[in-house]
């Protein structure tokens, strides 16, 4: 299973790390993503990280201010935020998704994922 944590309130221009750990089977063959909901919005990818960590791609409305970032020791994803903008409020979740090749799969795709953590709400206030 997957557990997000470490959402919260923020001002725009803050940080925020959220962490999705992982538990209950090995996740070594999958990719985490991460998604984000905003009320009355579709859910949106945010980024993908492959279990390795050595492939991360990452939505254009996050590149640059986004990473994510994969601790194996721990069993846990990262996803660091910086330079927040109010359009970052959403609830965030973090998924996994079986992967046979890490290039030409489509990450962005949410039907893809079979493990779901139970999300976590970050606001960011301008």
């Known amino acids: 299973q997957l557990q997000a944590s470490g959402g919260g309130s923020v001002q725009a221009g803050g940080s925020l790390r959220l962490s999705c750990a992982a538990s209950?089977?090995?996740?070594?063959?999958?990719?985490i993503g991460w998604f984000r909901q905003a009320p009355g919005m579709e859910r949106e990818w945010v980024t993908a990280?492959?279990?390795?960590?050595?492939?991360?791609y990452y939505a254009d409305s996050v590149k640059g201010r986004f990473t994510a970032a994969v601790d194996n020791a721990k069993n846990t994803v990262y996803l660091q935020m910086i330079s927040m903008k109010s359009e970052d409020t959403a609830v965030y979740y973090c998924?996994?998704?079986?992967?046979?090749?890490?290039?030409?799969?489509?990450?962005?795709?949410?039907?893809?994922?079979?493990?779901w953590g139970q999300g976590t709400l970050v606001t960011v206030s301008s």
């Open positions: 990280i492959t279990w390795s960590g050595d492939v991360i």
């Open positions: 209950g089977r090995s996740f070594s063959s999958y990719a």
């Open positions: 998924a996994a998704a079986p992967i046979r090749s890490v290039y030409g799969f489509p990450y962005y795709d949410w039907s893809r994922y079979e493990y």
